[in-house]
């Protein structure tokens, strides 16, 4: 029974360690995504502005290919 208890004890103490060692890996990738979200709220931001202050922004260069489109889309009606 005391072996038995010294190997279960053995275990919680691997189980404790390798769990605190993926809290400070969760606690990392956490800050990384923080980081990350942030930069891109900034983009986007960026891009917004830059958007709703001209036609000179890189997306209004871009055509609308739906506008010319002759094509019809369901081909059993005239």
Not at 2 to 29: D, G
Request: proline share 5%; hydrophobic share 25%.
């Amino acid at each position: 029974m005391e072996r038995l208890n010294s190997n279960l004890y053995l275990q919680n103490c691997y189980i404790m360690k390798e769990n605190e060692r993926l809290r400070k890996k969760a606690q990392l990738l956490n800050q990384e995504n923080q980081a990350l979200l942030s930069e891109l709220k900034q983009k986007l931001s960026k891009a917004n502005n830059n958007k709703s202050k001209g036609k000179n922004s890189a997306t209004s260069a871009i055509p609308d290919l739906n506008l010319g489109s002759t094509s019809n889309p369901n081909p059993s009606q005239p």
